[in-house]
């Protein structure tokens, strides 16, 4: 099975994508729908969806972002079907060994919205930075060094899309948080952008397929 929210930041995602670049990902859609849905387990699915970007290089640059879909659907859906204890098991420590490398801070975006949709809260940095990664807690200072650019910019929620550009160019280009920086700082400070917020937040970006494809993704979870 897969998440309707998943379902729906796919589409979103490869939308997005097509519109602002020269590669009609939208049609990888019916590629990606039977790999989430599909009850193999979860390294087959990122061996399939892997096998989907290595034929098609010119959506490299979402290759991460949908393994971070990939795995906040095993997350909702796939987990489903296993054991109540199977995060706990040696054979998922082992899954996470062979994937350390893989995945974006996408992924801690995601697991913070639908817990604002459990809780019944309207997502905000503040309260994702302090409450759910902790960074004012010394036992999470590796969340802190990840994310010390957007801590120091938390003002820039309040200011135009053009300041936030402004500030995510100067990131340095090791930052893990680097690529995501402009599109999950548009989102935190518009989460219900509309048609002409989003064209703004295009016309601002220095990569509009890449972002535009992640704030879809959020704004589709949230």
């Not at 990888?28 to 970007?53: G, H, Q, Y």
Request: a negative charge; aromatic letters at 12%; charged letters at 30%.
């Amino acid at each position: 099975m897969t998440d309707p929210k998943v379902t729906a930041a796919i589409s979103s995602a490869l939308q997005a994508y097509a519109k602002y670049s020269i590669f009609d990902a939208q049609a990888l859609e019916t590629e990606f729908a039977p790999i989430f849905s599909s009850d193999d387990d979860f390294l087959t699915k990122v061996d399939r969806l892997d096998e989907v970007f290595d034929n098609n290089p010119q959506a490299e640059e979402l290759r991460e972002i949908f393994f971070d879909l990939l795995l906040i659907n095993f997350f909702s859906e796939d987990v489903k079907k296993l054991e109540d204890d199977y995060l706990e098991t040696p054979e998922w420590e082992d899954i996470e060994e062979q994937t350390l490398d893989r995945g974006t801070e996408l992924l801690n975006l995601l697991l913070y919205l639908n817990e604002c949709e459990d809780e019944g809260i309207e997502p905000e940095l503040e309260d994702y930075l302090k409450e759910f990664l902790l960074v004012d807690e010394d036992e999470f200072q590796d969340e802190y060094r990840i994310y010390e650019p957007v801590i120091a910019n938390q003002i820039l929620v309040e200011s135009p899309v053009s300041e936030i550009q402004k500030v995510a160019a100067t990131i340095s280009g090791d930052s893990e948080v680097k690529e995501l920086f402009y599109p999950m700082m548009c989102f935190f400070q518009n989460p219900d952008a509309t048609g002409h917020d989003k064209e703004e937040i295009a016309d601002n970006s220095a990569n509009k397929s890449f972002d535009m494809a992640v704030l879809e993704i959020l704004v589709s979870f949230n």
